[in-house]
């Protein structure tokens, strides 16, 4: 059982790069999210998915977007990182967007921007 | 604003019991959730309450007051493997999470 796949677990990146991390469910959940977590902070959320075909912003959308082409697969993409990307991201899944289920979260994909 | 309040570190003795707190402040309310990551992992869910009581499971039990915007994580009979970061997180009336930072729990033998 996989649940949440997420790559690569850790990348090293040039300032001005193109960066794509990749996050695929196989738990058939509708709702998918990309939070960032940095130290002392909570998770904050990037951007989320409902259902497939939607996308919406959370609290640090800037410089980040997101496509949901699919329930399984939900990539997000730093146009041209910058130094201040520099964080761990996870991406989470669950089975209700609007109710109560609880978040399965990929391993984390640690991002450094040089 | 919204906001979510637990201490920084803890550290308890192997065998013991603790509580780690957390209160918050947010819009509305739809349920709180205690989640617990180990050092360079990912969190894992460990509970959820959203009506005023104590909910147990096992070692651990988790505790609501909704009037006092309250909740804290009770972990009987320590076990090293417990040494982890316990996460608090609120669902408000958007059905979004807001999550506080987290207690280190440092266990010692």
């Known amino acids: 059982i996989a649940g949440i796949t997420q790559a690569p677990t850790s990348q090293i990146l040039a300032a001005g790069r193109r960066m794509t991390l990749r996050c695929t469910q196989d738990?058939?959940?509708?709702?998918m999210y990309w939070y960032r977590q940095d130290l002392g902070l909570g998770l904050r959320l990037i951007h989320y998915?409902?259902?497939?075909?939607?996308?919406g912003k959370g609290e640090v959308p800037d410089g980040y977007s997101v496509s949901r082409a699919n329930t399984d697969d939900f990539p997000l993409t730093l146009a041209s990182a910058v130094p201040s990307q520099t964080s761990v991201y996870f991406c989470?899944?669950?089975?209700?967007?609007?109710?109560?289920?609880?978040?399965?979260f990929g391993e984390g994909s640690r991002l450094t921007v040089l | 604003g919204q906001n979510i309040d637990q201490p920084t570190e803890m550290t308890a003795t192997e065998g013991a019991i603790v509580q780690i707190n957390c209160t918050y402040q947010?819009?509305?309310?739809?349920?709180l959730f205690w989640y617990q990551q180990h050092a360079g992992e990912a969190p894992t869910f460990l509970s959820y309450?959203?009506l005023d009581g104590l909910e147990e499971k096992g070692r651990f039990s988790s505790f609501l007051s909704r009037s006092k915007g309250y909740s804290y994580l009770l972990l009987k009979e320590l076990q090293m493997k417990d040494s982890a970061s316990y996460l608090c997180?609120?669902?408000?009336?958007?059905?979004?999470?807001?999550w506080g930072a987290g207690t280190k729990l440092i266990i010692k033998p």
């Open positions: 998915s409902n259902t497939a075909g939607t996308t």
């Open positions: 997180a609120v669902m408000d009336s958007n059905y979004q999470l807001i």
């Open positions: 947010t819009s509305g309310f739809n349920g």
């Open positions: 989470a899944s669950s089975d209700s967007s609007g109710g109560t289920g609880e978040l399965f």
């Open positions: 309450n959203v």
């Open positions: 738990m058939r959940h509708n709702a």
